[in-house]
T-cell receptor
Framework: DTAVSQTPKYLVTQMGNDKSIKCEQNLGHDTMYWYKQDSKKFLKIMFSYNNKELIINETVPNRFSPKSPDKAHLNLHINSLELGDSAVYFC???????????FGSGTRLTVV | KQEVTQIPAALSVPEGENLVLNCSFTDSAIYNLQWFRQDPGKGLTSLLLIQSSQREQTSGRLNASLDKSSGRSTLYIAASQPGDSATYLCAVPLGGSARQLTFGSGTQLTVLP
């Protein structure tokens, strides 16, 4: 299946831990993204990345860092997790400026 | 800064009704607008993508319109069904050449059998 896939689907961890969420797309898209959906269901961009540039939303703490080993992967690393990081994180991808964004099914992160 | 507003926040209709969901955006210099559906606890499913040069797009019982000059889009759902119950989100690029999307807060639709 052509898709954007994220792992894990659920992640429960303690405050202060470091964790990673993986994302892979097999759509051949050139740009990948990470979005955060908070408890009020509001979706907000965190990062976008293609092979030329990384764009970081200014509100994202530097504890969050995207890492792209290749064009098809964009992983999200989070250091020193805090309670407020609990949310659903969505990976997405698109091809060119006019292309539709395709989303993964999300990773529900709970920090306890 | 692009801001997206969706009204109503929630809508409940009996099965079979036609309905309209509204989306407005502040920066009309967009190159597309996308409508998504999100089921509880699930990811986002893309419903329709309208390019800036288009006025509307149709997919089955769904029809989305775009009026760039007024900064508005509507999603029309014909003959609603209980399976249409979900949150509907519209999204536009942040602005300029940016591809990142700015989302509205969504309309939670409930179609009653």
């Amino acid at each position: 299946d052509t898709a954007v896939s994220q792992t894990p689907k659920y992640l429960v961890t303690q405050m202060g831990n470091d964790k990673s969420i993986k994302c892979e797309q097999n759509l051949g898209h050139d740009t990948m993204y990470w979005y955060k959906q908070d408890s009020k269901k509001f979706l907000k961009i965190m990062f976008s990345y293609n092979n030329k540039e990384l764009i970081i939303n200014e509100t994202v703490p530097n504890r969050f860092s995207p890492k792209s080993p290749d064009k098809a992967h964009l992983n999200l690393h989070i250091n020193s997790l805090e309670l407020g990081d609990s949310a659903v994180y969505f990976c997405a991808s698109s091809q060119d400026a006019e292309g539709a964004n395709t989303f993964g099914s999300g990773t529900r992160l709970t920090v306890v | 800064k692009q801001e997206v507003t969706q009204i109503p926040a929630a809508l409940s209709v009996p099965e079979g009704e036609n309905l309209v969901l509204n989306c407005s955006f502040t920066d009309s210099a967009i190159y597309n607008l996308q409508w998504f559906r999100q089921d509880p606890g699930k990811g986002l499913t893309s419903l329709l993508l309208i390019q800036s040069s288009q006025r509307e797009q149709t997919s089955g019982r769904l029809n989305a319109s775009l009026d760039k000059s007024s900064g508005r889009s509507t999603l029309y759902i014909a003959a609603s069904q209980p399976g249409d119950s979900a949150t509907y989100l519209c999204a536009v690029p942040l602005g300029g050449s940016a591809r990142q999307l700015t989302f509205g807060s969504g309309t939670q639709l409930t179609v009653l059998p």
